[in-house]
């Protein structure tokens, strides 16, 4: 079975500092892995995927994010904090090529940003 | 491109009382995705449709779930008997091929009173 585990439900930065949200992954077979970002009341948006080309991946908002198989780990992060950049992030996991492509999500990792 | 649409946004319902939240996909995306999202949790998986056939249905969806989408097109979510339990927001989502990017709706608040 595929899961992923972010560490630390809740983030805090100073506006302008590095961003760094963790996420770990278990999976039996080459994983697809994702970042989503949830605004409140709003749905989920991709901020970046891999699937198994480039290991470092850029995405959307200045993010990016390395796969690292020996650590399983699959860590976001932003050189400079923006204010809005406080969301709901959340680190996914989907197992290619399969039948169905469901997207198995992590509890999710609140941050905050400090004026 | 008006993206994935919800509706309605939010719900409010006693409990018994059935309830059904309609979903409607990027146009011409094939697949279509069910997600439910309680407090402090991630979107956890339901069921996704190719065109008009259900391929999956995840064990969190129990008998009182019903989900169509009878031409391919826009789906439904039906919950029958609420239970308080049930509260949630409900995600929907699309793509147009297998493996690709889901665009994810902005999801249907329930509360079961």
């Known amino acids: 079975a595929q899961s992923v585990t972010q560490l630390g439900s809740h983030v805090s930065v100073s506006e302008g500092a590095l961003v760094l949200l963790r996420c770990n992954y278990s999976?039996?077979?080459?994983?697809?892995l994702f970042w989503y970002v949830q605004y409140p009341n709003q749905g989920l948006q991709l901020l970046l995927k891999y699937t198994s080309a480039a290991t470092l991946v850029k995405g959307i908002n200045g993010f990016e994010a390395e796969f690292k198989k020996s650590e399983t780990s699959f860590h976001l992060t932003k050189p400079s904090a923006h204010m809005s950049d406080a969301a709901e992030y959340f680190c996914?996991?989907?197992?290619?090529?399969?039948?169905?492509?469901?997207?198995?999500f992590g509890k999710g990792t609140r941050l905050h940003i400090l004026p | 491109d008006t993206g994935v649409s919800q509706d309605p946004r939010h719900k409010i319902t006693k409990r018994g009382q059935n309830v059904t939240f309609r979903c409607d996909p990027i146009s011409e995306h094939n697949r279509l995705y069910w997600y439910r999202q309680t407090l402090g949790q991630g979107p956890e998986f339901l069921t996704y449709?190719?065109?008009?056939?259900?391929?999956?249905k995840s064990r969190l969806l129990s008998d009182r779930f019903s989900a169509e989408r009878p031409k391919g097109s826009f789906s439904t979510l039906e919950i029958q008997r609420t239970e308080q339990g049930d509260s949630a927001m409900y995600l929907c989502?699309?793509?147009?091929?297998?493996?690709?990017?889901?665009?994810f709706g902005p999801g249907t608040r329930l509360t079961v009173t």
């Open positions: 989502a699309s793509s147009l091929l297998q493996g690709n990017e889901q665009y």
């Open positions: 996914a996991v989907s197992v290619p090529p399969v039948r169905d492509d469901k997207i198995i």
């Open positions: 449709f190719q065109n008009e056939a259900q391929l999956e």
């Open positions: 999976s039996s077979v080459p994983p697809y």
